[in-house]
């Protein structure tokens, strides 16, 4: 009788890995994120609002910063459907006759700006010292963390108000109008790097004592790739959420610096600026010049705030 070989086994087919999208979608944070239904309007509001600045051009009326469209004849029309109001103007004009909902784009597309950049930068500097001071330690790490102690002794608001007349002094020889914008953010990123610094820091020093810190050091990996390419990817998630709330603070700060007449000029509307004219006029009556740019500061901070809120939640293993 022959015996028949048995059938040689079906190859093993490969499993495709997931798509980023995939992984994405079936993440706990993704899932986090559509269980809120505030967090997805904060989220919306936020993404409606950096559109709206984005595309300011298209979107808006007039160009505020344009001389030749704005006429002092317009000023301080009352919003349309007010009493003396004016078809072509939905939130009024100004003091200088600008279309309120245009300056209010691209003001918010100034402070977003001047926000971002403050906010990176101030996380660039932070970020930086803190890992130095976590993983070199001794008096590198005693030098840098007493200058974030007697920093932290001042308001950040009188920090910004320090560097900017100290930098504005020693360029003294340059129009203001042509130094402020750096020096607005200059004067953020300085007045922010210290929470970044001490929460980096906190972190590397448990994570420089970690096998895989050891082994990385037995193989001869410099120091900056060691920070760089293995420390940092496991200490950066509590920065992601002080990034998030500190652009909203960044963006206040520049609109009370903008208030008090340190930042942008009258004739670069942002929201501060705006809110600064406004409040010359609130008692006369003209309270749309400052309620208007006053709102839709409170609304983006707010809803930056409450992403920062669920990102710090979402982050945290303990309230999984």
Known sequence: MTVSAAPAPAAATPVKPASLLTRMRDS????????????MLAAFVVLALALAALFAPVLAIMNPFDPAQVFLMDANIPPRWSEGGDERFIFGTDDQGRDLYSAILYGMRVSLMIGLGGVFLAATIGI??????????GRTDAIIMRVADVQLTFPAILVALLIDGVVHALLKGIPREQTVFGVLILSIGLSFWVQYARTIRGSTLVEKNKDY???????GMSTPV???RHILPNVIGPVLVILTINIGLAIITEATLSFLGVGLPATQPSLGTLISIGNKYLFSGDWWIVAFPGFTLALFVLAVNLLGDWLRDALNPRLR
């Open 28 to 39: 706990d944070i993704w899932h986090s994120f559509r269980s809120s239904p505030l967090t």
């Open 128 to 137: 930086t010292l803190g890992l130095v001071a976590g993983y070199v330690g």
């Open 226 to 228: 060691i920070m760089l």
């Open 213 to 219: 810190v050891q082994a990385a050091r037995l193989v």
